[in-house]
Nanobody
């Protein structure tokens, strides 16, 4: 079974930066598209970013475009999310997802999910 483990979450002030990492237990999981989603209390899970097999194709949610950057290192079976200019509305649990056959924002297209890491943006 493929396992995804997120790290890098924490508390940061508005305008600050965080870098999230997601390590996959199996090589096969990093051979397909991977993505990041987030969920705040009382809200639906929201698409953040996704990246293709080679890292050449990326898409972003409108709320994070220009501030967040997704990347991957296939040699390490790891995907990253660099978050800059953080805002209080970015506060959420961030989930790593893997295994999609397309670079897409739909949660249903990703069969593998991590447990999530908390990101809190507050002064």
């Amino acid at each position: 079974q493929v396992q995804l483990i997120e790290s890098g979450g924490g508390l940061v002030q508005p305008g600050g930066s965080l870098r999230l990492s997601c390590a996959a237990s199996e090589r096969t999981s990093s051979s397909y598209a991977m993505g990041w989603f987030r969920q705040a209390p009382g809200k639906e899970r929201e698409f953040v970013a996704a990246i293709g097999w080679t890292g050449g194709s990326t898409i972003y949610g409108d709320s994070v475009k220009g501030r967040f950057t997704i990347s991957r290192d296939n040699a390490k079976n790891t995907v990253y999310l660099q978050m800059n200019s953080l805002k209080p509305e970015d506060t959420a649990v961030y989930y790593c997802a893997a295994g999609s056959t397309a670079v897409i924002a739909r949660t249903s297209r990703y069969p593998y999910w991590g447990q999530g890491t908390q990101v809190t943006v507050s002064s």
